[in-house]
């Protein structure tokens, strides 16, 4: 059975997936998963290959979702991104990192994105 938590985690994902439907972005995979790492989403913003990683929290406080995305996690999800990359050929494809934070006040929930978040060094 989930932990509360990872429903928790799991919802915010789902806010975050219908908020950026509403920027236009086409979803491709929900919570991606390959022998490199994890995915929360992968989307397409025009033709630009957009890897999202989704931070919850509850309350307001603006900073802690973005914060949470520190150089070992951005690394991570780099290797994750370069195998889905590689593995449905879109190497001609620009590619961008994007965060989305999404906070629960109690009564709604409030999404922000934060579009190229971080980038990789060659």
């Not at 593995?87 to 999404?111: I, K, P, S």
Request: proline fraction near 3%.
């Amino acid at each position: 059975m989930p932990h509360e938590r990872q429903l928790f985690g799991a919802e915010g994902e789902r806010a975050a997936e219908q908020f950026l439907r509403q920027q236009r972005y086409v979803i491709l995979e929900r919570n991606y998963r390959c022998p490199r790492g994890e995915i929360d989403l992968v989307a397409l913003d025009g033709r630009t290959v957009v890897f999202v990683e989704v931070k919850t929290r509850r309350g307001l406080s603006i900073a802690a979702p973005f914060e949470a995305v520190d150089r070992r996690k951005q690394r991570r999800i780099a290797r994750a991104a370069q195998y889905f990359v590689a593995r449905h050929r879109l190497e001609e494809r620009v590619a961008r990192f994007d965060v989305v934070g999404v906070w629960h006040d109690g009564e709604r929930t409030h999404c922000e994105l934060l579009k190229g978040a971080f980038e990789l060094d060659p």
